[in-house]
């Protein structure tokens, strides 16, 4: 029986790898301002008898009577995390799974809208100083650091809108970055 065990386990591993290692499927979810007051709605590509719609997201506003109001739509477009504004003007839409085993000017890290409108974006290599640095798995890699014990000095692991329209985030290698939420512009670069 362990013989027969050992067997299957080793010509199944490498299935069990690639399957372990495919990017997540995208689904419906719903994310929040820091006030609680903006929705930002993400809907994936569906698939249809009649045949396929759209990924889409939509921005909207609950209102003092407990309503909601469509402010904004964001068209074709699908992101596994998203962040809007207390204004629900400004999203900030991360970018894909991206695949390869290091950065590329070809790969979104991120981009920033207004009001459903693209106003600037950055690849990965724009981001990540120092590739080597980078997660690579068997299909993607990961670009972003996600804990304090690979960066104790960051302040941007946290990523998120602040009051004040400040977007922080940290790569793998440690950088720093403060962005302005109403432009897109880099305002701070720390390592």
Not at 82 to 90: D, H, L, P, V
Request: with cysteine.
């Amino acid at each position: 029986m362990t013989r027969l065990l050992t067997i299957f386990l080793t010509l199944f591993s490498p299935v069990f790898a690639a399957l372990a290692d495919s990017p997540a499927r995208p689904f419906p979810y719903v994310t929040t301002s820091e006030n609680g007051r903006m929705l930002f709605k993400m809907i994936p590509l569906q698939f249809t008898e009649t045949g396929t719609k759209p990924a889409f997201g939509v921005a909207i506003k609950l209102m003092p009577d407990g309503s909601f109001k469509e402010l904004w739509r964001l068209e074709n477009n699908y992101s596994f995390q998203t962040f809007i504004s207390n204004n629900g003007e400004n999203l900030i839409v991360m970018g894909p799974w991206n695949q390869g085993h290091t950065p590329s000017p070809d790969h979104l890290a991120l981009a920033f809208y207004k009001n459903g409108k693209l106003i600037k974006s950055y690849s990965t290599a724009e981001l990540v100083k120092d590739p080597s640095k980078v997660k690579a798995t068997v299909s993607h890699y990961f670009w972003r650091a996600d804990s304090h014990e690979e960066c104790p000095d960051a302040a941007g692991i946290n990523t998120r809108i602040s009051w004040d329209n400040l977007f922080t985030l940290t790569t793998v290698d440690c950088v720093n970055y403060t962005f302005n939420v109403i432009n897109g512009e880099i305002l701070s670069e720390k390592n």
